[in-house]
Structures are given as structure tokens and as C-alpha cells.
């Protein structure tokens, strides 16, 4: 019999919430809000944070969220209870991504307090990387924490393919700049050096002046024209590292949410060893693009990211809404 105090779960819930909001998410749009009920935590979807253009179905804000809701997995595990989760609960209530409840005590076992651990710490790098590999056992190692999600990540390691990715990444990047309205999505996320948004790109999370990875992989072009970004020499290193495709067998939203979890513990894993990640899903947002991949390059599987993995001294830091912009509290009566 497991016995509570209602501190202990408004605190162990409060950190969890706490942790889902350092997931990453698509130009930090950090499309989430929460809501708890006694020991019950909900997490939602918030669409007004959602790309209505590059992202219409939704598939990447679905993906921020699996990737909160591992973080509310391994802090409620970490904290020593087991969490019960039900995936998209209630047919009725779509925005309902997850409800998320204390289970029975558990000791936290090491590898998740070291997961834990990454949560705040992990950041995207968004250049180059040092010519440094990412040795093969800790690549086998971020494909073994995606399988136990039951998802795959899939290591690119013919130089063709890399190339063809790179290229893609390169086309899909130019046609969305062409794009007017695509573009002025995308800089309503972007921050100028000054700002004090607690969402969104900031400046300092890019190079001022990008140099070219070889093959190149293009990054979004957050300061489009403005000065921004930051000169410090972390983003000189110009190593690709190493490419890796996060993919799905379906292609449904409880994909989406799944890949989002694995998404996250390849992320802390890799974060765990000093590698960081740089994404480049670009080419996702393009049907004919993301289709092309499937099929030519992917065995029929549904790309969910695209990223490189690699060493960098990138030390940027990383802002989030606070907590009581996103989580609800029913108050007992
Ligand atoms: C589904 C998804 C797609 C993303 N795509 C890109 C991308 O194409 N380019 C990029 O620079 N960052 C991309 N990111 C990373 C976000 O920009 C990043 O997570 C966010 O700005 C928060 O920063 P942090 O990860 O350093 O905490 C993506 C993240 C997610 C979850």
C-alpha cells in the first residue's frame, strides 16, 4: 500500500511539470499546457501554438509533447513512483494527449537518474560540429533507447545517403525561404538579440555567420537578414557528424507522440556522453519531400526527424514559459 501525503503529490507533480517544459519543440513554440487533478496530471496540446503552415496536421507539435511527456515519465520515476500513463485517453477530447498518474513506489534505477539528470542541461546546436566521432557503441546505444520506445533510429552511414539528405534539407530550406508566408511564420519565432520572450529562437542559439558543414545541411534562418546570432567560436567546427533519421512503422498521431518519447531519450542519452543534437526537418514539412524519403531512402518507414549527432563546446542556454504559464491547478474544495 503506497501512502502519500497531498504535498508529496502536488511537489512530485509540480517537478514533473517543471521537467516537461525543457523538452525541445519545434522553434520552441513549446505547444503544451497541463492541467492536474488531484494525483491525475493532464497533458494538452495547445494548437494556437501550432505551425497552421508548416506543420497542418500537427505531426511536430505531437512530437514536442511526446517529447514533454517522457520528461514527466523519467521525473516521476526519478522522484520514485511509477507512472501510469494512458496515451490520447478520451476520442472525444483530441487535445488530450496523455493523462499521467503516480503508480506504485519504485526505486529510480541508475540509467534513469542519469536521464533525469539531462533534462535542463540538454540543448540543440544549430552549426558545425568538432571532427570528434560519436563512437559506435554509443550510437548502438541511442538505437536501443528509440527501440525500447518502439521506434527507430535509423544511423546514416553511406556517404550517398547522407549526401541525399543533405541535399533535400538544402532544396526544402530554399523553397520555404521563397515562400513569403512560411517565412513570416517562422520569424515569429525567431527572437531578436534584446528579447525577453520566453519562447521562440533566441540570437544567441545560432551563428551569426554560419559555415557550411560538408555535405551542408542548410539551418533555418532564424535572423532572415538582421545580424543576429552569436560570434562565439563553439560554431566554427564544420564536421556533418553523424546523421540519423527518428522513424515510425504508422504514421498516425500516437506515432507522432511516441516518436516524441524516443525522441527525448535518444536526446538525454546522447546528452548524458557530451553529444548534441542538431535537427533539420525542413524536408519533413513537405509531403513530396517527406514521401520521397520514405520510399527511396527509409524502407517504407514515416521519417519523424532528421538530425545530426556530434561534439561541440555549444553552451547556449535554452528558454521556456514558466510553469504557472502552463499548468492549471483544481483547487480540492
Ligand atoms: C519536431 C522538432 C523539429 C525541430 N526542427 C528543428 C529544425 O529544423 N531546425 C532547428 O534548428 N531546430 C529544430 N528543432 C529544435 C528546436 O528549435 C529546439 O528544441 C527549441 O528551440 C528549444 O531549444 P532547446 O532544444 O535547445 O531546448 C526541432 C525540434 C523538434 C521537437
Given amino acids: 500500500m503506497n501512502t502519500r501525503t497531498t504535498e508529496e503529490v502536488a511537489s512530485t507533480i509540480r517537478a514533473a511539470v517543471q521537467a516537461a517544459v525543457w523538452a525541445p519543440s519545434v522553434h520552441n ?6 492541467a492536474v487533478d488531484g494525483e491525475e496530471l493532464a497533458l494538452r496540446a495547445d494548437s494556437d501554438r501550432k505551425l497552421r503552415l508548416s506543420d497542418a496536421m500537427g505531426r ?9 511527456l517522457m520528461n514527466i515519465r523519467l521525473t516521476l520515476r526519478a522522484l520514485g513512483w511509477e507512472p501510469q500513463v494512458r496515451v490520447l485517453p478520451d476520442p472525444d477530447r ?7 498518474r503516480m503508480g506504485e513506489a519504485v526505486t529510480a534505477d541508475e540509467h534513469t537518474r542519469m536521464l533525469h539528470a539531462e533534462i535542463e542541461r540538454r540543448r540543440t546546436h544549430r552549426a558545425g560540429f568538432t571532427e570528434l566521432p560519436v563512437p559506435d557503441r554509443l550510437v548502438e546505444a541511442l538505437v536501443s533507447q ?3 520506445e518502439g521506434v527507430r533510429l535509423t ?12 541535399a533535400l534539407t538544402c532544396a526544402a530550406q530554399d523553397v520555404q525561404a521563397q515562400d513569403r508566408l512560411f517565412t513570416l511564420e517562422m520569424i515569429s519565432w525567431a527572437q531578436p538579440p534584446d528579447s525577453s520572450r520566453k519562447e521562440g529562437v533566441p540570437a544567441r542559439g ?8 560538408h555535405p551542408h545541411f542548410a539551418q533555418r534562418d532564424y535572423a532572415h537578414g538582421h545580424p543576429w546570432g552569436s560570434d562565439t567560436d563553439q560554431f566554427n567546427a564544420t564536421s556533418t557528424g553523424t546523421v540519423a533519421v527518428l522513424t515510425t512503422s504508422a504514421d498516425t498521431r500516437e506515432d507522432w507522440i511516441t516518436a516524441g518519447q524516443a525522441l527525448q531519450r535518444v536526446l538525454l542519452h546522447a546528452s ?4 548534441h543534437a542538431a535537427f533539420h526537418t525542413q524536408a519533413l514539412e513537405t509531403f513530396h519531400l517527406r514521401e520521397f524519403l520514405r520510399q527511396e531512402l527509409l524502407s517504407g518507414e514515416h521519417p519523424q526527424t532528421i538530425m545530426r549527432l556530434g561534439y561541440t563546446s555549444d553552451d547556449s542556454e535554452g528558454v521556456r514559459r514558466p510553469v504557472t504559464d502552463v499548468l492549471q491547478e483544481r483547487r480540492p474544495n
Wanted: aromatic letters at 8%.
Fill in 272 to 275: 548524458a556522453y557530451d553529444v
Fill in 146 to 148: 528509440a527501440g525500447a
Fill in 94 to 100: 483530441p487535445a488530450l494527449l496523455a493523462t499521467v
Fill in 60 to 68: 511536430e507539435m505531437l512530437i514536442s509533447c511526446g517529447a514533454a
Fill in 206 to 213: 545560432y551563428p551569426r555567420e554560419p559555415r557550411p558543414t
Fill in 29 to 34: 513554440t513549446q505547444p503544451w499546457s497541463f
Fill in 155 to 166: 544511423p546514416v552511414r553511406s556517404e550517398a545517403a547522407v549526401r541525399v539528405l543533405a
